[in-house]
């Protein structure tokens, strides 16, 4: 099975910040990773899948890079609706299998 | 505009067995290339995925949860039901449905269901 770490596991920025998160898959996935916003008490959103695509409607401040093993996934600025906790997400082998998750906070 | 909602108990017994639907809307599981997923999340945890209905009738199930899910569809009632036998406090969590073609997109509200005797 493919795991997936994420990291950090919680960081808290200003408004404004560039915020960064990581996700590294225990074996090559090639592009085949998603991520995902989910803020509390609401169902995960989907914002950019096969690695670097923003979904459709999904502010252009959300970005993701890479492949293989490593991926980043990025907030260009920072905005106080971004609270929210995101994961990523493998689907190039069975079972499927989400990150750990980031919470993101206000500083 | 494609909608997901999942329906069923709130509160199950330890050993029961959960039965969980997924009504939606906005597409057909007949097309092909599409799936229906089950996905769970305990309080304050991860997400978690369970098991996959594809078009054609092809079924997927997590390794560690396969012995007691089982999923089907109804196409005619454009549903998806998941079943899962054994329940236990560890399965307390809500319990989403989504459209799945490699990703979850969208998904259902959510139904938080308890295990507790």
Same mark, same amino acid.
């Given at each position: 099975?493919?795991?997936m770490?994420?990291?950090?596991?919680?960081l808290?920025a200003?408004v404004?910040?560039?915020?960064?998160?990581?996700?590294?898959?225990?074996q090559?996935?090639?592009?085949?990773l998603?991520?995902?916003?989910? /803020?509390?008490? /609401?169902?995960?959103?989907? =914002?950019?899948?096969?690695?670097?695509?923003?979904?459709?409607?999904v502010?252009?401040?959300?970005?993701?890079?890479?492949?293989?093993?490593?991926?980043?996934?990025?907030?260009?600025? =920072?905005?106080?609706?971004?609270?929210?906790?995101y994961?990523c997400?493998?689907?190039?082998?069975?079972?499927?299998?989400?990150?750990?998750?980031? /919470?993101?906070d206000? /500083? | 505009? $494609? *909608?997901?909602?999942?329906?069923?108990p709130t509160?199950? +017994? !330890?050993?029961? *067995?959960?039965?969980?639907?997924?009504?939606?809307? @906005?597409?057909?599981?007949?097309? %092909?290339?599409?799936?229906?997923?089950? $996905?769970r999340? !305990? !309080?304050? +945890?991860a997400?978690?995925w369970?098991?996959?209905?594809?078009?054609?009738?092809?079924?997927?199930?997590s390794p560690?949860? +396969? %012995?007691?899910?089982? $999923? *089907? +569809?109804?196409?005619?009632k454009?549903?998806?039901?998941?079943?899962?036998?054994?329940?236990d406090?560890?399965?307390?969590?809500?319990?989403?449905?989504?459209? %799945?073609?490699?990703?979850?997109? !969208?998904? @259902?509200?959510? *139904?938080?269901?308890?295990? %507790?005797?």
């Open positions: 099975d493919i795991q770490t994420q990291s950090p596991s919680s808290s200003s404004g910040d560039r915020v960064t998160i990581t996700c590294q898959a225990s090559d996935i090639s592009n085949y998603n991520w995902y916003q989910q /803020k509390p008490g /609401k169902a995960p959103k989907l =914002l950019i899948y096969d690695a670097s695509n923003l979904e459709t409607g502010p252009s401040r959300f970005s993701g890079s890479g492949s293989g093993t490593d991926f980043t996934f990025t907030i260009s600025s =920072l905005q106080p609706e971004d609270i929210a906790t994961y997400q493998q689907y190039d082998n069975l079972p499927l299998a989400f990150g750990p998750g980031t /919470k993101v206000i /500083k | 505009q $494609i *909608t997901l909602k999942e329906s069923g509160l199950v +017994k !330890p050993t029961q *067995t959960l039965t969980l639907t997924c009504t939606f809307s @906005g597409f057909s599981l007949s097309t %092909s290339g599409v799936g229906v997923g089950w $996905i999340q !305990p !309080p304050g +945890k997400l978690e369970l098991a996959l209905i594809y078009w054609d009738d092809d079924k997927r199930y560690s949860l +396969k %012995s007691r899910l089982t $999923i *089907t +569809k109804d196409t005619s454009n549903q998806v039901v998941l079943t899962m036998t054994n329940m406090p560890v399965d307390t969590a809500t319990y989403y449905c989504a459209l %799945s073609n490699g990703r979850f997109d !969208p998904w @259902g509200q959510g *139904t938080l269901v308890t295990v %507790s005797s």
